[in-house]
Nanobody, 123 residues
């Protein structure tokens, strides 16, 4: 089992930045791929970014490429999502996810989830 706890959400203005954190604990959490998803009211959960456990390769949704950066600190068992140039359409609940070796853009393909943190971007 892997437990995930997100933090760092909040209310910001257009153009501002935020950094979300995802603290992982449990069995060999550092061997898991980590990902970030978001879900706006009335919409499906959307893939944002993923980072692999082995090579540290990073993958992004087109909607956030160039603005968001995913990273991980293995010593702290923590993944991060640095969000720059935020837009009102980035408003959503952001979820951290963990999986085995493989990552996927499909939410149902991830095994472990955090409780979510709200990000609200005002215009």
């Amino acid at each position: 089992q892997v437990q995930l706890v997100e933090s760092g959400g909040g209310l910001v203005r257009t153009g501002d930045s935020l950094r979300l954190s995802c603290a992982a604990s449990g069995r060999t959490s550092n061997s898991y791929a980590m990902g970030w998803f978001r879900q706006a009211p009335g919409k499906e959960r959307e893939f944002i970014a993923a980072i692999t456990s082995t090579s540290g390769s990073r993958y992004y949704a087109d909607s956030v490429k160039g603005r968001f950066t995913i990273s991980r600190d293995s010593a702290k068992n923590t993944a991060y999502l640095q969000m720059n140039s935020l837009k009102p359409e980035d408003t959503a609940v952001y979820y951290c996810a963990a999986n085995g070796v493989f990552w996927t853009r499909i939410a149902s393909g991830w095994n472990y989830w955090g409780q979510g943190t709200q990000v609200t971007v005002s215009s």
